[in-house]
């Protein structure tokens, strides 16, 4: 069936360091490739989201980058701070008419001071 | 802008109960997605409503169910709770021009006992 999954649930860098999250997805008809952030006691927030037709797309401290040939999904996340201490879903969205969106395990990230 | 609200923000119903959800999307969004998060299966998607119509379902029983009004705002509702059904139920709203950056509001905490 289709899944989104990810390969690290837990990932803890220090301060300052670059972070990459990685994720994969089954699915080969998927549209839009999607980051999302969760905080505790929040709703996921929109972080960055890639077409199915790009390979990079980057935004601020942040970079998805999609391989569609091993259907690998990451993002890298530039001098992390401790405000970025947070769940980090991939998702990804299949357009049938209507969309649906897909979401993976969640990798949770701590940021050491 | 205000953000998606979701009502009420906790609920404890008993097994064998119903319930109603309820979530205003973002003004102007007409969009609204719902989405079952628990700690075991993550976050997973329950359907899509885009103009009063139910564009897309994910794989949940016939309990769940929802609707959409001509104001956007949308309703979830599970009928014959389970213990099973305990989660946070998230609601998403998004531009139909931008239908994959959704906008997530804070969710209800439902707990079934």
């Known amino acids: 069936g289709e899944s989104v999954g990810l390969h690290l649930p837990t990932l803890s860098v220090q301060e300052g360091d670059n972070s990459i999250i990685n994720c994969a997805y089954s699915n080969s008809a998927s549209d839009y490739f999607i980051w999302y952030k969760q905080e505790s006691g929040k709703g996921p927030q929109f972080i960055i989201d890639i077409r199915s037709n790009m390979d990079k797309r980057q935004g601020q401290r942040v970079t998805v980058l999609l391989n569609k040939t091993v259907k690998h999904l990451s993002l890298q996340i530039a001098a992390t701070q401790p405000g970025d201490s947070a769940v980090y879903f991939c998702a990804e969205t299949i357009n049938t008419g209507g969309f649906k969106t897909i979401f993976g395990a969640g990798t949770r990230l701590f940021v050491k001071a | 802008k205000a953000g998606v609200t979701q009502t009420p923000r906790y609920l404890i119903k008993t097994r064998g109960q119903q319930v109603t959800l309820s979530c205003s999307p973002i003004?102007?969004?007409?969009?609204v997605s719902w989405y079952q998060q628990t700690p075991g299966q993550g976050l997973q998607f329950l359907f899509e409503y885009f103009s009063e119509t139910q564009r897309n379902k994910g794989n949940f029983p016939g309990r769940f169910s929802g609707r959409q009004f001509s104001n956007s705002r949308s309703e979830m509702n599970v009928s014959t709770l389970e213990l099973g059904d305990s989660a946070l139920y998230l609601c998403?709203?998004?531009?139909?021009?931008?239908?994959?950056?959704?906008?997530f509001g804070p969710g209800t905490r439902l707990t079934v006992t």
């Open positions: 998403a709203s998004s531009l139909s021009s931008s239908p994959y950056e959704q906008y």
């Open positions: 003004s102007g969004h007409r969009s």
